[in-house]
C-alpha cells in the first residue's frame, strides 16, 4: 500500500514557474513508477509525465516537452515536477501516481495509487 500527497499548487501568472511535490508513504516508492496527471474542469484526466521505476526514465506529453521536468528523490520518497514557463492551458488539478509496474503507462488504468491532488491556476 502506498499513500500519495501532493503540494504546491498555487495561484501564478503565465510565463513564471512552479513546483509540485508527491510524498510518498508506506511501501517505497522507488520500486514504483510514477506519474503526473492532470484534470481541467469539464475534461478528463490526462496524462502529463512519468518517471520508470529502476532507471528513472523518463516520459513526457507533447503538451509539456521542454517545459516541465519530473524527477524523484528516493531518499526522501518524495516525487517532484518542476513547471516553467506556465501556460493558462495548464490550468487544472494536478495528480500524482503510483504502480508497482517496470513501463511508462500514458493512461489512468496503468495506476493503482492516486493522490487527493493540488490545483494550480495560471492567469494570462
Known amino acids: 500500500q502506498v499513500q500519495l500527497v501532493e503540494s504546491g499548487g498555487g495561484l501564478v501568472q503565465a510565463g513564471t514557474s512552479l513546483r509540485l511535490s508527491c510524498a510518498a508513504s508506506?511501501?517505497?516508492?522507488?520500486?514504483?513508477?510514477m506519474a503526473w496527471f492532470r484534470q481541467a474542469p469539464g475534461k478528463e484526466r490526462e496524462f502529463v509525465a512519468a518517471i520508470r521505476s529502476g532507471d528513472d526514465f523518463t516520459g513526457y506529453a507533447d503538451s509539456v516537452k521542454g517545459r516541465f521536468t519530473i524527477s524523484r528523490d528516493n531518499a526522501k520518497n518524495t516525487m517532484y515536477l518542476q513547471m516553467n514557463n506556465l501556460k493558462p492551458e495548464d490550468t487544472a488539478v494536478y495528480y500524482c501516481?503510483?504502480?508497482?509496474?517496470?513501463?511508462?503507462?500514458?493512461?489512468?488504468?496503468?495506476?493503482?495509487?492516486w493522490g487527493q491532488g493540488t490545483q494550480v491556476t495560471v492567469s494570462s
Open positions: 501516481a503510483a504502480a508497482p509496474r517496470l513501463t511508462i503507462a500514458t493512461t489512468t488504468v496503468g495506476y493503482v495509487y
Open positions: 508506506g511501501r517505497t516508492s522507488s520500486t514504483y513508477t
